[in-house]
Structure formats: C-alpha cells, structure tokens
C-alpha cells in the first residue's frame, strides 16, 4: 500500500515523536512510505496550513492510497472541517488511518464516509 504520513503540532518541534511512530508504522506493515507532510508550531485550528494543504492537493492527485496520521485532531480540532478533509479524502479513494486510535480506514471506511457525508449535507 502507498501510504503518505502526516504530523501536525501545535509546539514547534513537537512532531518528531510522531513522526518516529508514524514511520514505524508504516514500515512495519511494509508499506511504500510515499512522502511526509508536516505542520510543525501551527494549531489544529488552523485552516490554512502548507503541509495539509499539500497533503489533500497529492491525495486528489492519486499519489497515495492511504493517509497514516497518529489521531483524527492531528488532522483538525474544527470538526465541520475535519469532516470536510475525511469527505475529501473519500472522494479521491484515500483511507484515513489513525493509528494511535485504532482507526483503521481499510476496516472504518464506510463510517468515516457516513461522518464526512452527515457533515456536509
């Protein structure tokens, strides 16, 4: 599976645990580890943020099949827009697996679509 990796933080330098996780993660699945995008000193409540911004314009472009994040508020603390990105992601045919979570996209698709879709209606 190609699998992107994506850590977000609100403290400057706090995304090296994750992504030290992340990594194992993937490897130990044996994975094609695609790329890292990284937001590193910026809130989960910003919209605007370069690495995530990336990260969904690649995932519309078909350049991974998964996403590896360590939790869902890595992604967003907003969750009209957290269900907007899982709704994004769905739609290019991307899972989202949160793996400290135990959410699994390949196993919660279906409801992580069912949520994207409720919040965009």
Not at 46 to 53: A, P, Q
Request: net charge positive; glycine share 10%.
């Amino acid at each position: 599976m190609r699998a992107a990796i994506y850590a977000r933080s609100a403290i400057a330098g706090g995304c090296d645990k994750q992504l030290r996780q992340l990594r194992t993660y993937v490897v130990r699945r044996s994975w094609d580890d695609t790329g890292e995008y990284i937001d590193d000193g910026v809130s989960g409540l910003s919209v605007r943020r370069l690495g995530l911004d990336q990260l969904l314009a690649d995932a519309a472009q078909g350049q991974f099949e998964c996403v590896v994040i360590s939790d869902v508020a890595r992604l967003s603390r907003n969750t009209g827009e957290l269900l907007r990105q899982i709704k994004h992601f769905a739609d290019a045919g991307v899972k989202v697996i949160a793996a400290d979570q135990n959410v699994d996209g390949r196993q919660d698709y279906r409801l992580l679509q069912f949520l994207a879709g409720f919040g965009t209606k």
